[in-house]
């Protein structure tokens, strides 16, 4: 079969992943591309002015034409389709034949037919290419316009923002966001858009752009008003590309759109159309969901399944725009006869929230919130699934006594069509199905249903049904960490700290079994560091540790670092942003400003951590624990030192709580805050510790968090000298160490902790449990063992030889020697000895060109897999965490943490994505790879 796909966007893409899993051979797929650049997203465009490169866009995995054999042609465009002879033309005359025609041609910025228009630095916002010119522009420009206040146009102006420019927002209905929000939802959106910076401008018509007097161009309004810019972006709506449709006479739909049904199918039964160019029932889709499921839908049907079909798409949507949450569910607008609203207003922390129910108050219909989303899956899942609102269903939205949301539905209460994974179309019902074909864990729910493999979004929720379903067939539903350890996170601290326990191979000894895992590796490594503080990168530790605190930085998606130093409490000389500039410059870093007022250097390859943490350690400076689950920052306001209203010394006081603190590892990230008063500058209210000024002292604030569920901390203690605070501090952390869940936020550990706030507070302020003296002593001793990892790390040999890019890299005289007398072994390789892997542990070397992670399993157990991890085509499998599954050694990606089979190669919860498998021997101390099939190494 012939297939011509026209169009490579987001969908377009998806056609394609659905059609080679569909299970067709003989298929010969041409996919023409009008863009020189093959499918990348979209929805996250505006990343690319904070740094994204268009390969980190990218969607198209490593291979991926190669493994299926479809064939691409960048910068191709279709310029006639003949239906009679079924032949589609390009634009440099070649003619190709199809069986079937997929149309994925997407959409075109609208731009208003205003005079001047198309002046110079004049852009749309639609494609990288549109980007990069509107950086160029930018980088000569100090102010910019956006016409068009939709999701389009907010997410353009974040982009402006971001060049620093001096960003407007015009658009010509009265209020932002007309499509999605109501009046009283588009009013809070606009004062927390003004409150960043974006000065928006509504009701206002441009009739005319001319040249401005202070700056490129004048915008004239209709009222003759006028505001002058150096840049416009037009972002004021979409049109369907149907012109192609248009000129073989293809039906079109009223407002545009190629018409299909709910095959996906056009007039011409040989011809389908999906994504924002097709018209279904007279509508047209500008989202990337309804689009994803027309592409699954189409190469359904192109494979024989006749009952595939699409039935419309709900238009919900949760987005964050310019760090304001919006979201918007059905009749957001209460359009549906004799429909009822519920609407929570408050103006002092800018949330507006309502719900549309019908009028005999069952249904939920709609929902509009703004500045707080916490609640849209519930409400999504109520509206979606018909499922009956509480007698009070105002209390849906409304904040109980403590400041948090009601508790909303349980996963019980869904249908078992209920859609719980959007990426990979999965049901609640498929889940308990899994539950009931011996799926007990994520991972065996993610390999055998896909669902939260692909964005990870949804794995709360679904480790939420695989539980409910778990027990209600009367299964164990087991807390303990995973299957090598039958105990759970706090019960092992406590073996560790009770039993003096100081290695992993002591604790599977005494306490589990097997060789541990992705999962109880990392909990074991973060309770030795709580209890005993010493290097995590000794030889014994280091195994343990995911790539992160292996090589002491965030791993980013293309297998880069990021470099963050510590600046305790935001506090930083001139010498020392000098120095980081230096460093950033000399080694081509991107660097940005932290929300914890710190200064973040992205792009780090491997091989150059150590010079560069050298470099900045001579310059005074530490690790910031940015990449470990630790103190993060304490987060800070000029308080009195130089704010007229500060009544303490917040920069002082958070100063010294960093640098305390530091290095404590916790089950999770640790942020704090310090306002100088109760204004709050530092938002301290939102964080884990937050502490703030008043003329009686300090307050004591514990448990808050932002996030995806951002939660309100909570008042502890009030009216505390700095004695007495630190006290306090030193006793709620080490208590939430002792007794938290495998990464369980602090935020989490206290919704769940049995008596609430006022078991803590007789736990730490009360001392209830005697534990006061022993938690603080505790505290005490991490306090007093502090390292500066990264400087262990430079000055110590045998740590620094593990950040190579190849453990083959620079190969001395006698290892090229080694090298030269394994090549006459017929196809093996020397690339390391065996003294330079770690047990339970691996490197990456390079056999032929071609990067091999090579893994040493216990004493002399050896592996090797390609070292490229398949999602990202980083090469990073070489970092990841090795351990066993049931029978199956295995690593997990550092990136997606997927499982990939030492064996085989094979990955067990995407096969498709599996890597090849190659084989090992040791001869002479000596590690050797051959890159042949396992089966003719007998």
Same mark, same amino acid.
């Given at each position: ?802 950040? +190579?890019? /190849? *453990?083959? #890299?620079?190969? @001395? ?6 090298? %030269? &007398?394994?090549?006459? $072994? ?16 691996? +490197?990456? /070397? *390079?056999? #032929?060109?071609? @990067? ?6 216990? %004493? &002399?157990?050896?592996? $090797? ?16 965490? +090795? ?56």
């Amino acid at each position: 079969m012939k297939i011509v796909l026209v169009g490579h966007g987001m969908v377009g893409h998806k056609f394609l992943e659905s059609l080679a899993e569909s299970g067709l051979t003989d298929l010969e797929v041409t996919v023409l591309c009008e863009e020189p650049r093959a499918a990348y997203d979209r929805v996250h465009l505006s990343e690319f002015f904070s740094g994204k490169t268009a390969e980190q866009l990218s969607l198209v995995e490593p291979g991926f034409f190669e493994r299926t054999g479809f064939r691409l042609t960048l910068g191709a465009r279709a310029e006639k389709v003949d239906r009679r002879a079924r032949t589609v033309t390009t634009a440099d005359g070649s003619v190709l034949p199809y069986d079937k025609l997929v149309l994925a041609t997407g959409s075109s910025p609208f731009v208003p037919p205003v005079p001047g228009r198309d002046r110079p630095h004049c852009f749309v916002y639609r494609t990288i290419e549109d980007l990069e010119a509107m950086k160029a522009s930018g980088a000569a420009s100090r102010s910019g316009v956006v016409v068009g206040g939709g999701l389009l146009g907010l997410e353009c102006a974040k982009a402006l923002c971001d060049l620093g420019l001096q960003t407007h927002v015009v658009e010509f209905a009265p209020r932002l966001m007309a499509v999605q929000v109501d009046e009283g939802g588009a009013r809070v959106l606009r004062h927390k858009i003004e409150a960043l910076g974006v000065q928006v401008h509504t009701s206002r018509n441009t009739v005319e752009i001319t040249d401005g007097a202070t700056a490129r161009h004048r915008m004239v309004y209709a009222d003759g008003s006028y505001l002058e810019t150096d840049m416009i972006v037009f972002s004021a709506g979409i049109r369907p590309r149907d012109e192609l449709a248009r000129q073989c006479v293809l039906a079109i739909g009223p407002r545009g759109g190629v018409v299909i049904d709910s095959a996906c199918r056009t007039s011409d039964p040989h011809v389908y159309a999906i994504g924002e160019c097709a018209s279904w029932n007279e509508q047209t889709f500008g989202l990337v969901a309804p689009g994803y499921e027309m592409a699954r839908v189409a190469a359904a049907h192109i494979a024989g399944r006749t009952d595939a079909a699409f039935v419309g798409a709900d238009m919900s949507t949760k987005l964050k725009l310019m760090g304001v949450d919006v979201a918007s569910i059905g009749d957001a607008h209460g359009r549906t006869a004799h429909s009822r609203s519920c609407v929570y207003v408050d103006e002092r922390r800018q949330v507006y929230k309502k719900i549309v129910i019908s009028d005999d108050g069952k249904q939920l219909l709609g929902a509009v919130l703004v500045g707080d989303a916490a609640e849209y899956g519930t409400l999504l899942q109520m509206a979606l699934n018909g499922v009956p609102l509480p007698a009070e269903p105002e209390f849906l939205i409304l904040p109980s006594s403590d400041g948090q949301p009601k508790a909303g539905i349980g996963v019980a209460a869904l249908p078992d069509s209920a859609q719980i994974c959007s990426c990979n179309n999965v049901s609640k019902g498929r889940i308990c199905e899994a539950v009931g074909e011996g799926a007990t864990s994520i991972g065996q729910i993610k390999a055998c249903t896909k669902a939260g493999a692909t964005c990870g979004g949804c794995v709360p929720l679904v480790t939420q049904v695989m539980k409910m379903e778990m027990g209600r067939r009367g299964m164990a539903v087991s807390d303990h960490v995973c299957e090598h350890f039958p105990h759970s996170r706090q019960a092992l601290y406590h073996l560790v700290r009770v039993g003096n326990i100081r290695s992993f191979g002591e604790l599977l000894q005494r306490h589990g079994s097997g060789l541990g895992c992705d999962i109880c590796k990392p909990v074991a490594a973060s309770i030795f560091a709580s209890c005993w503080n010493e290097f995590v990168l000794k030889k014994d530790l280091a195994p343990l540790q995911d790539s992160n605190d292996y090589f002491l930085g965030n791993i980013q998606k293309d297998g880069t670092y990021s470099v963050v130093p510590r600046m305790a409490g935001g506090e930083v000389t001139p010498d020392g942003l000098i120095a980081v500039g230096q460093v950033a410059k000399k080694y081509g870093l991107y660097t940005k400003v932290t929300g914890g007022q710190r200064l973040d250097l992205f792009g780090a390859r491997l091989e150059q951590l150590p010079a560069i943490w050298e470099e900045l350690i001579a310059a005074g400076f530490e690790s910031g624990h940015a990449y470990g689950k630790s103190l993060r920052t304490v987060k800070s306001c000029v308080g009195s030192t130089w704010c007229r209203y500060g009544v303490g010394d917040s920069v002082g006081l958070a100063v010294m709580l960093e640098n305390r603190y530091k290095g404590l590892r916790a089950p999770h990230k640790i942020k704090f805050g310090v306002s100088g008063c109760t204004r709050e500058c530092a938002e301290a209210q939102g964080k884990d510790v937050g502490i703030i000024a008043t003329d009686k002292g300090w307050n004591l604030y514990v448990c808050g968090n932002g996030g995806m569920k951002p939660r309100h901390a909570e008042l502890l203690a009030s009216d505390l000298d700095e004695a007495t605070l630190v006290k306090l501090v030193d006793r709620f952390l080490m208590f939430y160490v002792r007794t938290a869940d495998r990464l369980q936020r602090t935020s989490t550990w206290r919704d769940n902790l049995e008596g609430g706030l006022d078991n803590l507070k007789d736990v730490v302020v009360n001392d209830s449990l005697g534990l006061a003296a022993e938690l603080e002593a505790q505290m005490q001793q991490v306090v007093d063992t502090y390292q500066c990892e990264w400087k262990t790390a430079v000055t110590d040999p045998a740590t620094r030889k593990r950040f +190579v890019a /190849a *453990v083959n #890299q620079a190969a @001395p005289a006698e290892a090229a020697a080694d090298a %030269a &007398d394994a090549a006459e $072994a017929e196809g093996w390789t020397a690339v390391c000895t065996v003294d330079d892997i770690l047990p339970d542990a691996g +490197v990456r /070397a *390079v056999v #032929q060109q071609r @990067p091999v992670a090579v893994f040493r399993i216990g %004493a &002399d157990r050896y592996h $090797a897999i390609d070292d490229v991890d398949p999602k990202s085509g980083a090469s990073v499998l070489s970092r990841g965490l +090795v351990g066993n599954l049931g029978e199956r050694i295995v690593v997990a990606s550092p990136l997606y943490k997927n499982h990939f089979d030492l064996r085989s190669g094979e990955c067990i919860e995407a096969p498709e994505h599996s890597v090849r498998a190659h084989a090992v021997r040791v001869e002479g101390g000596r590690v050797l790879v051959a890159l042949k099939a396992l089966e003719t190494l007998a």
